[in-house]
Structure formats: structure tokens, C-alpha cells
């Protein structure tokens, strides 16, 4: 059973370009959502996180945009550069509860070519 | 600074050894986790322990077994490997010390492991 839903799975942006992927969840226990980065041969890393108790989150060029009565929320990567060529996982979970491990998405590759 | 180390990065082992992953934290998590990770299938959890000696199912326990003797170190244990785990085998660990770490899960560098 898959809780997060992922899409796509791969992702060609030019340089300069708007990267933009998408996660939606069923579980409406969920109030936590982090974006983990994965570069080739390295552990994924945490990005960004929101909670549903505001609606967008920008962090420099990446921002989270959440929709809390569709169950779906997203990532915007402005300004795509090369070097954010890596995999990209969504993630949901319930924070209050310590002990439950974050559900991940499947993941999308993300290219940015030149 | 975080540190979630996997004492192996590359192994290469015969069917039916029984093979051990080891990962040490430094960061006096309680959580730990183990993940497995294939291309396509995303990141999917094996085991997980929110204490010493406890530990708990995640969505993929067959054919693995863990160990948690210490608070920094976890064990994954493939009692008999098959080819089919072959695989990147991720730890991880988290503070339980909800909401000041928000649910952060650090991870390791990852282990690859090829069964012949």
C-alpha cells in the first residue's frame, strides 16, 4: 500500500528553468511533510519540510507548496541549475507521534542540463 | 556535526551467507531505521528501533532480522542471502525529541551489497 504517491519519476529541466514535482497522500493523520535530496553514491538529505498549518514554504530558490484539501503537495525548484541534478523524495508522516517513520514517495530523478 | 556511519559501503556476497550490515550514530538518537533502496521502487523501510533491544516491522522484514544491543548502533542481518537483496541498504536515525528536531531522519552514506 502506497501512502505518498509520486510524480514523475524523471525529470529533463533546462537550466534556468522551473523543476516542479509532485506528491499526493490518503493518510489525513498526516501534518508533517519533508523533501529529502539524494546525490548519486551519498544518503538522502533533508531539503525542506512543511506543515499543513500554512500553505507554502520558500527556501531560497525551493519552495513547497501545500494543498490540504486535495491531500497534495509539491516541489518548486526556481532557477533549476546543474547542480541540482539529483533524486528528490517526498516524505509524510504524523509528528506528534515519535515513533512513526516517515512514509516516503518513490522518488524523481531530476536533470538539469545546460 | 551528524554523523550516521555504515562501516561498509561495497560487499559482495555468496547465496546463502549470512551477512551483516553495521551502522553507528553519533548523535544519541533513539530512532533508528533501516531502508533498502532500488532503482524505481523508492525508499522502503526493513526494520525499525525506537530503543535499545526493541525493535519494530516496517514494510519489507522478510528474509531480515536486526539488532539493536546499543543506543548508536543498529545491525541489519540477512540470515541467508538471495539474490533478490541485492540492493543500496540505507540507515538512518532520528531524535524522538518531537517538535524541536521535526522529525528529521539523518541518514547514512548507504551500503551497497551484491549477492552472486
Known amino acids: 500500500q502506497q501512502q505518498v504517491k509520486q510524480s514523475p519519476q524523471s525529470l529533463i529541466v533546462q537550466k534556468g528553468g522551473i523543476s516542479i514535482i509532485n506528491c499526493a497522500y490518503e493518510?489525513?493523520?498526516?501534518?508533517?511533510f519533508p523533501w529529502y535530496q539524494q546525490f548519486p553514491g551519498k544518503g538522502p538529505a533533508l531539503l525542506i519540510a512543511i506543515r499543513p498549518d500554512v500553505s507554502e514554504k520558500k527556501e531560497g530558490r525551493f519552495t513547497i507548496s501545500f494543498n490540504k484539501s486535495a491531500k497534495q503537495f509539491s516541489l518548486h525548484i526556481m532557477d533549476s541549475q546543474p547542480g541540482d541534478s539529483a533524486t528528490y523524495f517526498c516524505?509524510?508522516?504524523?509528528?506528534?507521534?515519535?515513533?512513526?517513520?516517515?512514509?516516503f514517495g518513490k522518488g524523481t530523478r531530476l536533470s538539469v542540463i545546460a | 556535526d551528524v554523523k550516521v556511519t555504515q562501516s561498509s559501503r561495497y560487499l559482495v556476497k555468496r547465496t546463502g551467507e549470512k551477512v551483516f550490515l553495521e551502522c553507528v550514530q553519533d548523535?544519541?538518537?533513539?530512532?533508528m531505521f533501516w531502508y533498502r533502496q532500488d532503482p524505481g521502487l523508492g525508499l522502503r523501510l526493513i526494520y525499525f528501533s525506537y530503543d535499545v533491544k526493541m525493535k519494530e516491522k516496517g514494510d519489507i522484514p522478510e528474509g531480515y532480522s536486526v539488532s539493536r544491543e546499543k543506543k548508536e548502533r543498529f545491525s541489519l542481518i540477512l540470515e541467508s542471502a538471495s539474490t533478490n537483496q541485492t540492493s543500496m541498504y540505507l540507515c538512518?536515525?532520528?531524535?524522538?525529541?518531537?517538535?524541536?528536531?521535526?522529525?528529521?531522519?539523518?541518514f547514512g552514506e548507504g551500503s551497497w551489497l551484491t549477492v552472486v
Open positions: 493518510n489525513t493523520a498526516f501534518d508533517y
Open positions: 548523535m544519541d538518537h533513539e530512532n
Open positions: 516524505a509524510a508522516t504524523t509528528e506528534n507521534s515519535g515513533n512513526t517513520p516517515l512514509v
Open positions: 538512518a536515525s532520528s531524535s524522538q525529541a518531537v517538535p524541536d528536531s521535526g522529525n528529521t531522519i539523518y
